[in-house]
């Protein structure tokens, strides 16, 4: 499976942006990940979602301004991202991992596919 991340860009504080994560395999048989890492820093867990959209999980930092979502028709996923704020700046990393049924994970060492990364960059 190969995942093409997209829709990152520059971007003032407040602003939104909408990341996509189009996979070249069949997206339903995955649950979703959504990454990012900062300069000088670890990467860490953003948002993800279970194979059929009905579980996610959110890092503190982003709840309530991140939204991630999935249309497993197009193969794509999505990371709606609201009220941005200069610490958001990062490499955002979309990833999947397989399994029946598969819930999401928080642990890099659990998603098995990552795409190239999309910059994010969040200017005061």
């Known amino acids: 499976v190969q995942l093409q991340a997209s829709g990152g860009g520059l971007v003032q504080a407040g602003d939104s942006l909408r990341l996509s994560c189009l996979a070249s395999?069949?997206?339903?048989?995955?649950?979703m990940g959504w990454f990012r890492q900062a300069p000088g820093k670890e990467r860490e867990f953003v948002a993800g979602m279970n194979w059929s959209g009905s579980g996610t999980s959110y890092a503190d930092s982003v709840k309530g301004r991140f939204t991630i979502s999935r249309d497993n028709a197009k193969n794509t996923g999505y990371l709606q991202m609201n009220s941005l704020k200069p610490e958001d700046t990062a490499v955002y990393y979309c990833?999947?991992?397989?399994?029946?049924?598969?819930?999401?994970?928080?642990?890099?060492?659990?998603?098995?596919?990552w795409g190239q990364g999309t910059q994010v960059t969040v200017s005061s």
């Open positions: 395999g069949r997206f339903a048989n995955y649950a």
């Open positions: 990833a999947l991992r397989s399994g029946s049924f598969i819930a999401t994970s928080r642990f890099e060492s659990d998603y098995n596919y």
